[in-house]
């Protein structure tokens, strides 16, 4: 199986890298004069570079991951039991009436309750 970690951190690490520079730009275009724009303006070419590499690294993690994935559709099957069924198994319980449910016993009742059984009121 295919360890998708390492990929999976660089895409949170090129994340982080396109966030600190766009907080710089930030910062600095915030600062309100024409050599704080200038400075943002600079750091342009940086932000689409730190963009373009979290793109790839998604891209090739999303790739991974989908290799990552079983190929042979029959795994995604149960196969069907080879052993015959067992004519003296007990029955799933599935529905009871009240009145049938309080004349159980409690060892009854709680073998009914767990074995899934649903009481119903008439």
Known sequence: MLDLKPYHDAV????????????EVDAHFQEGTDEGKEKALALRPALDE????ADEALNLYESLKKAARPSDVAMNFVPVSTIP????APE???QMKRPDFEALN???KRKFALSGGKVVDE
Request: charged fraction near 25%; aromatic fraction near 0%; charge should be negative.
């Open 85 to 88: 069924p067992n004519p003296e």
């Open 50 to 53: 730190a963009q373009n590499k």
């Open 106 to 108: 409690a060892v009854e």
């Open 12 to 23: 949170i690490a090129t994340d982080a890298e396109v966030k600190r520079i766009a907080n």
């Open 92 to 94: 799933t319980p599935g």
